[in-house]
């Protein structure tokens, strides 16, 4: 992570500290540590180390930060973000997925403030506002329902577009401003709406 450029210490920290194996099916166990996507059942995949990384190092997190994650998948990025000491909010709207990392979280003791089977386009508007929201999953759009729950000076992390999308941190500069800036081509899942 380090040679590709994530300088965060409490990011690679966290990386070193989850076992990634115990996040995929056990067909891939001795591809657990390389650079790659995996499938982890209905149609949604872990994302890619770097890709992990380097989202959470956008947001900038300090202990005790407030954070909403929309598509908890496997819970990877969930259990990262738990041991960089944030108070995690997680939606996951496939309830084949949500049961199954439901069960995993308890088994390894990760402990997110709540854990939600739900549609992520919603949030949680009765937890808002949140210090960073983090979108797991490609948006066509930025949604405004997301933009509202976050805090004054709080950041929106997000892959925005088709096939590939474009990593995009969101600023809410104000209670009516945002800025915005870009960080290349990733891919993701699509970001659906509903429950599953």
Do not use: W
């Amino acid at each position: 992570m380090r040679s590709k450029g994530i300088t965060d210490e409490s990011v690679l920290d966290a990386m070193n500290k989850v076992p990634r194996h115990l996040f995929l099916d056990s067909s891939f166990l001795e591809h657990a540590y390389q650079n790659k996507a995996f499938p982890i059942g209905a149609d949604q995949t872990i994302s890619h180390p770097y890709t992990v990384a380097f989202q959470s190092q956008l947001l900038q997190l300090k202990p005790g930060d407030k954070v909403l994650e929309i598509g908890t998948g496997s819970g990877y990025q969930c259990a990262v973000l738990l041991e960089m000491k944030a108070q995690i909010y997680t939606i996951e709207r496939q309830n084949e997925l949500y049961k199954k990392t439901n069960l995993l979280f308890r088994k390894l003791n990760y402990r997110p403030r709540k854990y939600v089977f739900g549609d992520g386009y919603k949030g949680l508007p009765e937890e808002a506002p949140f210090d960073s929201i983090i979108v797991t999953c490609g948006a066509p759009e930025i949604p405004q329902t997301l933009l509202s729950q976050l805090k004054i000076g709080g950041r929106l992390v997000i892959p925005v577009g088709s096939d590939p999308q474009i990593m995009t941190l969101i600023v809410r500069e104000s209670a009516t401003d945002f800025s915005k800036e870009t960080f290349g081509e990733f891919r993701f899942v699509p970001f659906l709406g509903g429950k599953n």
